[in-house]
């Protein structure tokens, strides 16, 4: 079955819930959506946020880009 990665960054929830149309869009289609999310960037070369977000996809892993159409 195809995967199709749907990547996103949302500050404030907008992109968040567009990136969630677009996976079902695709679930619709007979594909697997995978949504995936990226860490703020932090002008310091320290840790932003924490590994795993608190709420909405995970954060996106070089698994997801590896596997996914």
């Known amino acids: ?17 567009m990136a969630q149309l677009v ?14 999310s990226v860490p703020p960037v932090a002008p310091r070369t320290q840790v932003a946020e924490p590994p795993v977000p608190e709420e909405g996809a995970p954060y996106v892993e070089l698994a997801d880009l590896q596997q996914c159409a």
Do not use: P, W
């Open 23 to 36: 996976a079902r869009g695709v679930n619709q289609t007979g594909a697997v959506a995978r949504l995936r």
């Open 1 to 17: 079955m195809t995967e199709i990665l749907v990547l996103y960054y949302s500050a404030h929830g907008s992109v968040r819930e």
